[in-house]
């Protein structure tokens, strides 16, 4: 597609409901990151992936989090048994491949609200 | 660690008129990138200006450009000219060169407000 693409836009939830959000990369790039954005603050980092695999999870806030890259393109990002604290926009990126100089492009988010 | 700090929660700039935006940061690397990105209200993180931090001339796009002090580890981004679609939040980001290393680190961001 012609940029990254994320859904749903919205999601409201109930405490404890377990959560999928999608991203669609841009067409052709191997690197994808999620990073979650709070009210009031910055993007803080979560997970990248090179290709399929993981390169770096250190971001994820405990083991209710989890994301997948199953072909290398598509990116599901798992909460389960969600809390009020996971509210928050959930932000998807890609870029052409890894490293500092290389531009990352970011979708729109997905606005989790956890009721 | 490598924090960014962006001291201004909020400004305004008239129409036509410039402004400058402060972000410093703090690393004990010498090999990196720094970032503004801008938000509008769709949410999505549009790249404003990138610079290296072994390059030593500031880096300019159009009416955005930026005032890198790297010994005293300041990022400034200045807009000229101001227009009403300049309106948004600013982020400052920090992102080392080293391959393998992707995070980006964000700071807490400036909105400014364009008075018509």
């Known amino acids: 597609g012609a940029g990254v693409s994320q859904t749903p836009s919205n999601k409201v939830t109930e405490k404890g409901k377990y959560v999928e959000l999608r991203c669609d990369p841009i067409?052709?790039?191997?690197?994808l990151y999620w990073y979650r954005q709070s009210l009031g603050q910055g993007p803080e980092f979560l997970i990248y992936?090179?290709?399929?695999?993981?390169?770096?999870d250190s971001g994820l806030p405990n083991d209710r989090f989890f994301a997948v890259r199953p072909e290398g393109s598509v990116s599901t990002l798992k909460i389960q048994r969600t809390e009020r604290g996971d509210s928050a926009v959930y932000l998807c990126?890609?870029?052409?491949?890894?490293?500092?100089?290389?531009?990352?492009?970011f979708g729109e988010g997905s606005w989790l609200t956890v009721v | 660690a490598q924090t960014v700090t962006q001291s201004q929660p909020e400004m305004s700039v008239q129409e036509a008129e410039t402004v400058t935006l402060s972000c410093t940061y703090d690393?004990?690397?010498?090999?990196?990138?720094l970032f503004w990105y801008k938000q509008p209200p769709s949410r999505q993180m549009i790249l404003v200006i990138r610079?290296?931090?072994?390059?030593?001339q500031n880096a300019t796009e159009n009416r955005f450009s930026v005032n890198f002090q790297k010994a005293a580890k300041s990022f400034s981004l200045k807009i000229s000219d101001s227009q009403l679609g300049d309106a948004a939040m600013y982020f400052c980001?920090?992102?080392?060169?080293?391959?393998?290393?992707?995070?980006?680190?964000f700071g807490t961001g400036t909105r400014l407000t364009i008075i018509p």
């Open positions: 690393t004990s690397e010498s090999d990196y990138y």
């Open positions: 610079q290296e931090a072994y390059k030593q």
């Open positions: 990126a890609s870029s052409l491949t890894a490293g500092g100089g290389n531009t990352i492009y």
């Open positions: 992936f090179q290709g399929t695999g993981a390169a770096d």
């Open positions: 067409s052709g790039h191997t690197a």
């Open positions: 980001a920090y992102r080392y060169s080293n391959f393998g290393n992707e995070k980006l680190t």
